[in-house]
Every structure is written in structure tokens, then in C-alpha cells.
């Protein structure tokens, strides 16, 4: 079954829209960031360097799964960024109709720490990193649609795993 949705996951920092905008133009898929997606009252919360909840973070969920469907119900692929830090939230995201494949972009603390000191703009702060490490559920084997890819090699590298990995 061809895959629909691709879901790069990860915390603040791990390379996900920068992976997702790469894997979107090999997929020839259409691309949602999902940080684009959430409420401005979220928004300003996490640049207020408050944590989201899981409250926060249902309306942001169901947005971007509506708009991943819209695109699929119109015979298109897509390729979505969105942390998906828990299993529970991986579920809200995952349909019988379409064949989801998440990305899970693994890092180390430290790295990812001072990838986000770099980061200029961004509403997500470095200081609240500990807050997305303390929130992931990271993957198991019984989620066989999630791919760990780890984010120590370059992009390039990274893409080629994922695309030989998903036979894309």
C-alpha cells in the first residue's frame, strides 16, 4: 500500500522541517508545518516559555490531521511536521483509510540544546527543551509505523536512510 502521510516527529531542534521540506520534494508531496497550524494562544504561551499541555495541544493535533486529510482526500501526499511527542497523540494522528509513517528524528539532548541556542525567530525557546524531553513518549516496537532515524549525520544522509527505509 502506498504511503499518504509521512509525520517527521521529534522535539524543538531535532532537523524536523528541515528534513520534512527535503523528504516533501523527493516524495513530490505536498507540505504542512504543523507549527503553522497552532493556536496564536499557544503561540504566545510557548514564547512566554510555558509549556503546552495536553489540553493546548488537542485543537493544534486535530488541525493538522484535518489538513493532512485534506490534501490526501484530493489524491495528494503530504509530508507533515509535527512534534508528536506522545503515543497518544501519534494515535490521534494515525486513520485506517490512510497509510501514515511517522519519522522519528532522535537526538541527544546536548545536541539538540545547542542546535536551538543557533535558532533565530522561533517561538520555541531553548530553555523550554527540557520541558519536550520531559513530554516524549518515545516509540516502541509496538508502533511499527514509526522509522528512529537518528540526526547526528548530515541532511543528505539522513533523507537517503529515510527514502531507502520507506522504499520512496
Given at each position: 500500500?502506498?504511503?499518504?502521510?509521512?509525520?517527521?516527529?521529534?522535539?524543538?531542534?531535532?532537523?524536523?522541517?528541515?528534513?520534512?521540506?527535503?523528504?516533501?520534494?523527493?516524495?513530490?508531496?505536498?507540505?504542512?508545518d504543523g507549527d503553522d497550524l497552532?493556536?496564536?494562544?499557544?503561540?504566545?504561551?510557548?514564547?512566554?516559555?510555558?509549556?503546552?499541555?495536553?489540553?493546548?495541544?488537542?485543537?493544534?493535533?486535530?488541525?493538522?490531521?484535518?489538513?493532512?486529510?485534506?490534501?490526501?482526500?484530493?489524491?495528494?501526499?503530504?509530508?507533515?511536521?509535527?512534534?508528536?511527542l506522545k503515543q497518544s497523540y501519534?494515535?490521534?494522528?494515525?486513520?485506517?483509510?490512510?497509510?501514515?509513517?511517522?519519522?522519528?528524528?532522535?537526538?541527544?539532548?546536548?545536541?539538540?540544546?545547542?542546535?536551538?541556542?543557533?535558532?533565530?525567530?522561533?517561538?520555541?525557546?531553548?530553555?523550554?527543551?527540557?520541558?519536550?524531553?520531559?513530554?516524549?513518549?518515545?516509540?516502541?516496537?509496538?508502533?511499527?509505523?514509526?522509522?528512529?532515524?537518528?540526526?547526528?549525520?548530515?541532511?543528505?544522509?539522513?533523507?537517503?536512510?529515510?527514502?531507502?527505509?520507506?522504499?520512496?
Amino acid at each position: 500500500m502506498p504511503i499518504d502521510i509521512v509525520i517527521v516527529m521529534g522535539v524543538s531542534g531535532s532537523g524536523k522541517s528541515t528534513v520534512a521540506v527535503e523528504l516533501a520534494s523527493v516524495f513530490n508531496a505536498a507540505f504542512i508545518d504543523g507549527d503553522d497550524l497552532h493556536p496564536e494562544d499557544n503561540k504566545q504561551k510557548m514564547a512566554k516559555g510555558q509549556p503546552l499541555n495536553d489540553t493546548d495541544r488537542m485543537p493544534w493535533l486535530q488541525a493538522i490531521k484535518q489538513r493532512a486529510f485534506e490534501y490526501v482526500g484530493k489524491g495528494e501526499k503530504v509530508v507533515v511536521v509535527c512534534s508528536a511527542l506522545k503515543q497518544s497523540y501519534r494515535d490521534l494522528l494515525r486513520d485506517k483509510k490512510y497509510n501514515t509513517r511517522f519519522i522519528y528524528l532522535k537526538g541527544s539532548y546536548d545536541l539538540i540544546y545547542q542546535r536551538l541556542l543557533q535558532r533565530q525567530g522561533h517561538f520555541m525557546k531553548a530553555d523550554m527543551l527540557q520541558s519536550q524531553f520531559d513530554t516524549l513518549k518515545e516509540p516502541d516496537g509496538s508502533e511499527n509505523d514509526v522509522l528512529t532515524v537518528d540526526i547526528h549525520p548530515p541532511v543528505l544522509e539522513i533523507i537517503t536512510t529515510i527514502c531507502y527505509s520507506l522504499e520512496l
